[in-house]
């Protein structure tokens, strides 16, 4: 059984910035696609930031583009996401998930159906 989990999560000022990470049991995560995504209370879950297995790959939502990064070590098994310059409309569970279904040197995909294992969430909660 796959288990993922994040941590990292906070309350933090506007303006301030978070390092979340997602760590896996096993080597799933050194293998394979992983996507961040968010879900604010009364609003659907949206993609936020995902890399490709090799690393060499990287998409990102454009509301955050440009302040979020994410990257991947593959000895630890972990995938950060590097928040910085937060909004209040950032505040949201923040999941990581794994997508199995692409290709390891491949575009990763910001379709959440593409992702099959899913953590529990870290809570990110930006004041203004």
């Known amino acids: 059984q796959v288990q993922l989990v994040e941590s990292g999560g906070g309350l933090v000022q506007a303006g301030d910035s978070l390092r979340l990470s997602c760590a896996a049991s096993g080597r799933i995560l050194s293998s394979y696609a992983v996507g961040w995504f968010r879900q604010a209370p009364g609003k659907e879950r949206e993609f936020v930031a995902a890399?490709?297995?090799?690393?060499?790959?990287?998409v990102y939502a454009d509301s955050v583009k440009g302040r979020f990064t994410i990257s991947r070590d593959n000895s630890k098994n972990t995938v950060f996401l590097q928040t910085n310059s937060l909004k209040p409309e950032d505040t949201a569970v923040y999941s990581c998930a794994v997508d199995r279904s692409t290709y390891f040197y491949n575009r990763p995909n910001v379709d959440s159906r593409s992702y099959d294992y899913w953590g529990q969430g870290t809570q990110v909660t930006v004041s203004s």
């Open positions: 890399v490709s297995g090799s690393g060499g790959n990287t």
